[in-house]
């Protein structure tokens, strides 16, 4: 299914990227009209903060509910700034409206659950807001899509579409693998879904934050989910990962901003190259499958499994090696071949129960 959308009309629509800031959760009002108080000075439009927080574990701080509300509104009065803030029930959806929150956004441990998100789109029928739907926590994008869904058939039509990274056991350099394979994929699908990056969220550490930036705006997001705290290492939640208004400022002022249009000649001379390397790709790969299917008869004449673990693992090895000695990433060489070796399985299989 498509997803019928409409512009998002937010207030820096015009500009790339739009930025949203603001803390993970709002603690205080002081801590809430402090921070709103900071972006906006440095022309920040629209401000996030927190208000029911999903956390991993109990005994966390999970928001203050209800109660932080009307400080949000008071952003909204004092500063001019859109707000928005996560929800992840009908309940928190009607409180949101009616205390006129601007926008609204899922969270990943809530779009990775079909029921809570059929019930929020219930919950949205007849209301003209925008929703942000962040990446389920795993990295599936068809349960992402599928939760979008379910928000534009309620009705839903200013959507985007947030990417804060997927869970992983290994966090040695990230706290959620950004695998940009995924939101590549979903711009590819949906292009005209406003795509934008949550590096806070990413990174797990406010170091992460710019670089993360620049690949978001180089793969061509339009907009940035940017945790920001007046007194970070004080958060009650998420420290490691939230900046001053004043360091956001200087890192969006670092950003270098690139148009996806090509006007240039140079391009189109070296796609032409690209086409046809790839050509020789193909016809090399149907030359590497035939010679397959050759060891496929000659498998099933001699009675001999598809699978040679031994023979698949060598290949492995050795085009791992040769991917890094040409400036390759081994993963990806790796990645490749199983792939290769996938589909010269799958045709091998055919030949031998024939
Ligand atoms: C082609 C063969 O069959 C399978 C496919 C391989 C490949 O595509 O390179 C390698 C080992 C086998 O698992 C073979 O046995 O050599």
Same mark, same amino acid.
């Given at each position: 299914?498509?997803?019928?959308?409409?512009?998002?009309?937010?207030?820096?629509?015009?500009? !790339?990227?739009?930025?949203?800031?603001?803390?993970?959760?709002?603690?205080?009002?002081?801590?809430? +009209?402090?921070?709103?108080?900071? #972006?906006? +000075? *440095?022309?920040?439009?629209? /401000?996030?903060?927190?208000?029911?927080?999903?956390?991993?574990? @109990?005994?966390? /701080?999970?928001?203050? =509910?209800? *109660? %932080?509300?009307?400080?949000?509104?008071?952003?909204?009065?004092?500063?001019? +700034?859109?707000?928005?803030?996560?929800?992840?029930?009908?309940?928190?959806?009607? #409180?949101?409206?009616?205390?006129?929150?601007?926008?609204?956004?899922? =969270?990943?441990?809530?779009? %990775?659950?079909?029921?809570?998100?059929?019930?929020?789109?219930?919950?949205?029928?007849?209301?003209?807001?925008?929703?942000?739907?962040?990446? @389920?926590?795993?990295?599936?994008?068809?349960?992402?899509?599928?939760?979008?869904?379910?928000?534009?058939?309620? =009705?839903?039509?200013?959507?985007?579409?947030?990417?804060?990274?997927?869970?992983?056991?290994?966090?040695?350099?990230?706290?959620?693998? @950004?695998?940009?394979?995924?939101?590549?994929?979903?711009? !590819?699908?949906?292009?005209?879904?406003?795509?934008?990056?949550?590096?806070?969220?990413?990174?797990?550490?406010?170091?992460?934050?710019?670089?993360?930036?620049?690949?978001?705006?180089?793969?061509?997001?339009?907009? &940035?989910?940017?945790?920001?705290?007046?007194?970070?290492?004080?958060?009650?939640?998420?420290?490691?990962?939230?900046?001053?208004?004043?360091?956001?400022?200087?890192?969006?002022? #670092?950003?270098?901003?690139?148009?996806?249009?090509?006007?240039?000649?140079?391009?189109?001379?070296?796609?032409?190259?690209?086409?046809?390397?790839?050509?020789?790709?193909?016809?090399?790969?149907?030359?590497?499958?035939?010679?397959?299917?050759?060891?496929?008869?000659?498998?099933?004449?001699?009675?001999?499994?598809?699978?040679?673990?031994?023979?698949?693992?060598?290949?492995?090895?050795?085009? =791992?090696?040769?991917?890094? &000695?040409?400036? +390759?990433?081994?993963?990806?060489?790796?990645?490749?071949?199983?792939?290769?070796?996938?589909?010269?399985?799958?045709?091998?299989?055919?030949?031998?129960?024939?």
């Amino acid at each position: 299914m498509e997803l019928e959308l409409e512009p998002l009309r937010l207030p820096s629509d015009t500009e !790339r990227p739009f930025v949203i800031a603001g803390p993970c959760s709002a603690e205080t009002e002081e801590q809430v +009209m402090e921070t709103a108080r900071l #972006l906006a +000075m *440095k022309g920040c439009r629209m /401000f996030r903060a927190g208000v029911w927080k999903p956390r991993t574990k @109990p005994g966390g /701080f999970e928001g203050n =509910g209800e *109660k %932080a509300l009307p400080w949000l509104v008071r952003v909204k009065q004092e500063t001019g +700034m859109l707000v928005a803030t996560e929800v992840a029930t009908p309940e928190h959806i009607e #409180l949101a409206l009616k205390y006129g929150i601007d926008i609204l956004w899922v =969270g990943a441990r809530t779009s %990775a659950n079909p029921f809570a998100m059929q019930a929020m789109a219930d919950a949205l029928k007849g209301v003209d807001i925008p929703v942000f739907v962040k990446n @389920p926590v795993n990295p599936d994008l068809e349960l992402w899509i599928g939760a979008m869904e379910r928000i534009n058939q309620a =009705g839903i039509k200013r959507m985007a579409a947030v990417h804060r990274g997927f869970s992983s056991y290994d966090k040695k350099i990230y706290r959620n693998l @950004p695998m940009w394979q995924i939101p590549i994929e979903l711009h !590819r699908r949906i292009p005209e879904l406003p795509m934008i990056c949550d590096p806070s969220h990413i990174g797990g550490r406010r170091e992460l934050i710019a670089p993360l930036c620049q690949q978001a705006l180089d793969l061509g997001f339009d907009g &940035l989910l940017i945790e920001s705290h007046c007194d970070p290492d004080k958060a009650w939640s998420d420290a490691k990962q939230q900046v001053t208004p004043d360091v956001l400022d200087y890192i969006l002022s #670092l950003l270098v901003v690139r148009s996806e249009t090509n006007t240039t000649e140079g391009i189109a001379v070296l796609r032409k190259q690209i086409d046809e390397i790839d050509n020789q790709l193909m016809e090399l790969l149907a030359k590497r499958m035939r010679v397959c299917r050759e060891i496929g008869q000659y498998k099933k004449e001699h009675n001999m499994t598809v699978l040679q673990s031994a023979r698949y693992s060598e290949i492995l090895d050795k085009r =791992g090696a040769q991917g890094s &000695l040409c400036g +390759m990433s081994p993963e990806f060489a790796t990645n490749v071949f199983e792939l290769i070796h996938g589909e010269s399985v799958r045709q091998q299989m055919e030949i031998i129960n024939k």
